[in-house]
């Protein structure tokens, strides 16, 4: 039986393929979670007493701390949130200050950047914010 001179590599590549085809696998997802308090004492760290902040949205960007979001979301009664399924990469997390604002200045800063890792999850820094009129 005579093979063509193109039937011999493809069957080749595709033994090649099927061999490793069990060793490859897909990155896992990971998630990123976080705080938005409210700082009584304006230093920047989350105390016990301070509590945080519901309702405020917080955004998701692949680039950089503007432009199009991936995803937002927003915090719960107790200021957490969380971003899950995402793939490894960096991320760029940023609390949408129109929202929080309204007399808040913030005492820590409002975008931080995470490097996620397969199957990871990042618990970042807390996100303060001053009291109203304060």
């Keep these: 039986m005579k093979h063509s001179k193109l039937t011999?590599?493809?069957f080749l590549?595709?033994?090649l393929l099927?061999?490793?085809s069990g060793q490859l696998t897909a990155a896992e997802t990971g998630s990123i979670t976080g705080n938005v308090y409210c700082d009584l004492?304006?230093?920047g760290i989350c105390d016990c007493e301070e509590t945080g902040l519901k309702d405020i949205n917080i955004k998701i960007f692949s680039d950089h701390c503007g432009g199009t979001p991936l995803q937002i979301i927003a915090t719960d009664e107790k200021g957490n949130f969380a971003f899950g399924n995402f793939h490894p990469g960096t991320y760029f997390v940023?609390?949408?200050l129109k929202y929080v604002c309204g007399g808040r200045v913030p005492t820590t800063t409002s975008c931080q950047?995470?490097?996620l890792i397969d199957g990871e999850t990042v618990n970042l820094p807390a996100f303060g914010y001053s009291?109203?009129?304060q």
Excluded: H, I, M, R
């Design 41 to 43: 004492d304006k230093n």
């Design 94 to 96: 940023l609390v949408d």
């Design 13 to 15: 590549f595709s033994l």
């Design 8 to 10: 011999t590599p493809l």
């Design 18 to 20: 099927t061999a490793y």
């Design 131 to 133: 009291e109203l009129g």
């Design 113 to 115: 950047q995470v490097n």
